[in-house]
């Protein structure tokens, strides 16, 4: 089958012949034994391959050039490496040649070109031209504008008619960014070519080889010769002889767009091909001698070195903003202490910090959206495709339809995506979504026919024509920028930093508190029982005196007395409430299957005489559940709650109401949410929190039949010793309703 694979897989780092504008030798070490050798030595040094192969290369130069060549040799280094060792005249014709060698694979290759001896004149032109270009290229502050400059001195340099800078896009294929030309020939600026036109190895090449010359495309091959059937039985690889011939394809391809001879140099960032700098002549071979090949060159890898600071540059506003809403962004999750909220909640919030349409927040089942954005459901169905197709902790993409089909019908505002996993165990994300960018595309000819199939046969031709192709492009949206993927990752960086910091926090306080109360139970307990026997002696002496003075006593010395009495025997039912506290606190729980129908039914067997006495209906709603809890201290929460609503009741006909409802719980199971409720006097919401402190009554120390206060205070601490949580609703005047779980022990 023939398709554009056959072009990736054509071998053209051995092509088994060079272009003809020089001689090629491959030599043993370090004999320098000539094993390998181009055909066409006979017109270019006047001795046949016949009589060369097997010779030392001391057969072409005298032993004074010999030892010059070994000492380069030595020292410097030149595997897989051009390195220009000399300029020699070579035999008795006196013609210069530069000698350009390189290692490869064990095999020393000698390449000869007939030197042009540049004056030192222009060797100091070229010196002066490259060093300007390279710090006029600092100067730019874009990369067009780089470029642009490149160009210019490329072709100051080389004099082709036409230089450009073909910059490499994401999806392989190319686009001139910049240009200078003659008025003679066609302008290609803006005009992109499919990635096809420079097939994947000859990208390899470029990243190996810098600098490539085609000094004229009708040039007719010369072949390698070998020594013998085992050299020419391994072909040579030419990955980085200057001479290497050319693709027939390839030349095909320069000879359709008009092309008679070319040369590329690379462009190189983070050891990836960026570009290339592409030279085009159509008005006759050109033929550029080594030292300005050499010039180009070097001034690839200066000016390679940088295109990461020219695009960083043309950023550098928009990174400086980024980097301020992210800063915000880490504030207001620290003052939030939740992510979801600090990011969606506050100003500036999510939508302000990447650039795009709309913006959603999906954590631990909660999903929040800013600007415009798919429906929810949507999302969260987006959400779980990702989860499942992510490799990365960054998933980018302008064409999110191509590649997620159910979010066409909303392409119109989210053809792009950015998407940023948190953490790999739960599907948390945030999500940038940029709308549809219809868009119109130049390119230089026909992207969907780069090659034609040659009839009768399995060989490509390139395309033949290169007029410009308009296409329209949609689906897609604005490009996501690398300085804006980096603001991605330096964001979640944060929101992973911070929530470590958190939970390590956390962890710190509940280790303080823990200590604090277990301090301050064990401080209750002691000093709550120490303080017992001498508040008992104080309330037996007043009794005694009463008793056996109270006849030599006026009337105001027996009130003060029994009032000794009365506070002593207050101060003793507060100490008790405060041993029983701290014994709710430090006890160990025994946790056992509860049925709640019977623990309930002993409290209100406890209650009746009371019950019964202020003619109170008690309704119960619903069977009661069987639960994981300790029986006495569920029993205690009852008996506290009813005895409550008994006590703050001034209705005629008092009713109190026991049962539970299902409520959904945080892990999105559901768990049993009980509550006692009242028609009584109420409380006013500020009372709300209140009312849990220990010893804090809202009425007069005898109002509602007196007490200590600390009942409540009481219920909440078994509840939450259970894993539960209490909490109220109530309307003064009309009733109060205690709501409480038990946490996980709910069966």
Avoid at 304 to 330: C, F, M
Avoid at 400 to 422: E, H, K, Q
Avoid at 426 to 453: D, I, M, S
């Amino acid at each position: 089958m023939v398709d554009l694979t056959n072009c990736d897989r054509e071998p053209i780092h051995i092509p088994g012949t060079i272009q003809p504008h020089g001689v090629l030798l491959a030599l043993t070490e370090p004999d320098l034994s000539i094993i390998q050798v181009s055909a066409n030595t006979t017109t270019l040094l006047g001795l046949s391959p016949q009589h060369l192969l097997g010779q030392p290369l001391g057969v072409l130069f005298t032993p004074e050039q010999i030892a010059l060549i070994q000492e380069g040799l030595s020292s410097t280094q030149i595997e897989e490496q051009k390195f220009h060792n000399l300029t020699l005249a070579l035999g008795g014709s006196g013609q210069p040649f530069d000698l350009i060698v390189h290692r490869m694979a064990g095999t020393l290759i000698l390449e000869l070109e007939a030197s042009a001896q540049s004056d030192q004149a222009l060797a100091l032109r070229v010196y002066r031209m490259v060093k300007q270009t390279v710090i006029a290229c600092q100067r730019t502050t874009s990369v067009r504008e780089f470029a642009q400059t490149l160009v210019t001195a490329v072709r100051g340099l080389t004099g082709f008619d036409r230089v450009m800078v073909y910059q490499f896009q994401a999806d392989g294929s190319g686009v001139v960014i910049a240009e200078e030309k003659s008025e003679t020939v066609e302008a290609f600026l803006d005009l992109r070519y499919p990635a096809s036109d420079i097939p994947r190895q000859a990208r390899e090449l470029y990243l190996r080889n810098w600098v490539r010359l085609i000094p004229d495309v009708n040039y007719q091959p010369v072949a390698l010769l070998a020594l013998d059937a085992d050299h020419a039985r391994e072909p040579l690889d030419l990955s980085f002889a200057s001479l290497r011939s050319v693709s027939p394809i390839h030349i095909e391809y320069l000879k359709n767009m008009g092309v008679h001879a070319s040369m590329s140099i690379s462009l190189v960032r983070h050891n990836q091909l960026w570009g290339l700098i592409a030279c085009h002549h159509e008005h006759g071979p050109v033929y550029l001698p080594y030292d300005i090949r050499a010039a180009c060159e070097f001034l690839g890898h200066m000016v390679s070195l940088q295109i990461g600071d020219k695009e960083a540059t043309e950023d550098t506003a928009y990174r400086l903003a980024l980097q301020e809403v992210q800063s915000a962004l880490v504030q207001h999750m620290s003052v939030a202490n939740d992510v979801l909220d600090g990011l969606t909640r506050f100003q500036p919030n999510l939508s302000d910090f990447i650039t795009a349409g709309g913006t959603a927040v999906c954590m631990d089942g909660r999903c929040v959206t800013l600007g415009t954005t798919p429906p929810q459901a949507l999302i969260l169905q987006l959400v779980d495709w990702l989860h499942q197709e992510m490799e990365d902790t960054i998933f980018a993409t302008n064409a999110l339809p191509s590649v997620y089909p159910p979010i066409t019908p909303f392409m119109t505002i989210a053809s792009g995506l950015l998407a940023v996993r948190l953490v790999r165990a739960r599907p948390n994300y945030l999500l940038w979504f940029r709308p549809e960018v219809v868009q119109t595309v130049n390119w230089g000819g026909n992207p969907a026919k780069p090659v034609e199939v040659v009839a009768g046969s399995d060989l490509l031709s390139p395309r033949k024509s290169f007029e410009v192709w308009k296409q329209t492009v949609t689906n897609t949206s604005l490009p996501w920028h690398d300085c804006e993927l980096a603001a991605a990752r330096d964001l979640r960086r944060a929101i992973i930093d911070l929530v470590l910091y958190k939970v390590d926090e956390l962890a710190r306080l509940n280790e303080e508190l823990t200590r604090s109360n277990v301090e301050l139970d064990s401080f209750a307990y002691v000093a709550s029982h120490d303080l017992k026997e001498p508040l008992r002696g104080l309330h037996n002496y007043a009794h005694f005196l009463i008793e056996d003075y109270g006849e030599q006593l006026d009337a105001s010395g027996t009130e003060k007395l029994e009032t000794l009495v009365r506070l002593t025997q207050r101060m003793e039912n507060l100490i008790d409430s405060l041993l029983h506290y701290s014994r709710v606190g430090r006890a160990e729980l025994t946790r056992v299957a509860v049925d709640l129908n019977a623990e309930l039914a002993d409290v209100l067997h406890l209650l009746e005489p009371r019950l019964r006495e202020d003619g109170v209906a008690i309704r119960v709603t619903r069977t009661l559940p069987t639960i994981q809890a300790d029986p006495a201290r569920v029993r205690e929460v009852f008996a506290n709650l009813i005895a409550n609503a008994l006590k703050y009741n001034d209705k005629s006909q008092k009713l109190i109401e026991i049962g539970y409802d299902l409520i959904a719980a945080g892990d999105g199971s559901k768990t049993f949410a009980f509550y006692v409720s009242d028609n009584g006097i109420g409380i006013a919401e500020e009372h709300h929190d209140t009312i849990f402190r220990i010893f804090k009554r809202l009425h007069g120390r005898d109002a509602y039949g007196g007490g200590v206060g600390a009942g409540l205070t009481i219920v909440k601490k078994i509840i939450e010793r259970h894993g539960g949580t209490i909490w109220l609703t109530s309307q003064l005047n009309q009733g109060t309703t205690f709501w409480f779980t038990f946490g996980a022990s709910t069966l």
